[in-house]
Structure formats: C-alpha cells, structure tokens
C-alpha cells in the first residue's frame, strides 16, 4: 500500500511540475496588451465594440510554445510603422526585419489584424476585424483568407 502512495505522489508531483513549466511558458501579456491598444487608441467604435466582445485572440490556442524558443525571432513591443502605414508590433524575423511568428497589426483605416506571420504574410491562424464590422477568425496562407471562418 505504502507503495501505491509513493507512486500517487510522484505523479501528482510531476504533474505539477509540468502545469507550473507550461504556465510559466505561456505570456499573455502581450494579448492583454493588444487588447489595452484597441481599447485607448482605436477610434473606430465600431472596430472597438467588435473586438470588446470577442476579447483579445488566444495566440496559444494552435501555436506551439516551443515555436517561441527559435532564435531567429525576437519580440518587439513597442510599435513599428511598416511602409504600408500600418502599425506593428510582435515577433520580428531577426535576418529579414519582417514580421514573423505571432504579430498585431493595425492598419491605418483601423482594421485590426491578430495572429501568425511569416516573412511579412499574414500565415497561419489568424483574426481579421475591418473598419466595416466584419470579421475572419480561421486559417490564412500568405495573406489569403482560408475556410469558412467569416462570422
């Protein structure tokens, strides 16, 4: 019996161990960041309202945390202005200064765009919300809308 204890709290044990390492991996500061953003300084009301209601987008709901650790990305707070006008802030590809890995983007009509970039391209999981009120929350491959994700 005292065996079965012994094995019951090595598990538990290393079950906390794994949960605490995963937490402690997984920031979403830089979500609750964004969501502050949009809140302050957006002024589409529309925009805003929308994006009140979804909530900041979960990067960690498909992205492995491990995807974190590459070194040839570096995060990048504060915001960047590309050559589009647009504003950027996320993970910076560290050889090309594109944007690559998890970004927010906000465009200079107020359209919003959260989620996975690759070389500059929108790629990967993604949520677009448009000055218009619309919004994507789905798959993209290289800038292009993939699925049935519009709601």
Do not use: W
């Not at 290393?14 to 830089?30: A, M, P, Q």
């Not at 992205?63 to 590309?82: C, E, K, N, P, Y």
């Not at 999981?125 to 929350?137: A, D, F, H, K, L």
């Amino acid at each position: 019996m005292q065996d079965v204890d012994m094995a019951k709290n090595a598990i538990v044990v290393d079950l906390r161990e794994r949960i605490n390492s995963y937490i402690g991996k997984v920031d979403h500061n830089f979500a609750l960041a964004n969501y502050d953003h949009v809140m302050q300084n957006i002024v589409d009301e529309k925009c805003k309202d929308i994006y009140r209601q979804l909530g900041p987008f979960d990067h960690y709901q498909t992205h492995s945390i491990d995807d974190d650790l590459d070194t040839q990305r570096f995060m990048v707070m504060d915001f960047d202005t590309r050559k589009s006008g647009a504003q950027y802030r996320g993970q910076i590809n560290m050889d090309t200064s594109k944007p690559d890995g998890m970004g927010f983007k906000v465009y200079p009509n107020n359209s919003i765009f959260e989620g996975f970039f690759e070389e500059g391209q929108i790629n990967g999981m993604g949520r677009g919300i448009t000055s218009r009120g619309e919004v994507y929350q789905g798959p993209f491959v290289y800038d292009s809308m993939q699925g049935e994700g519009l709601f």
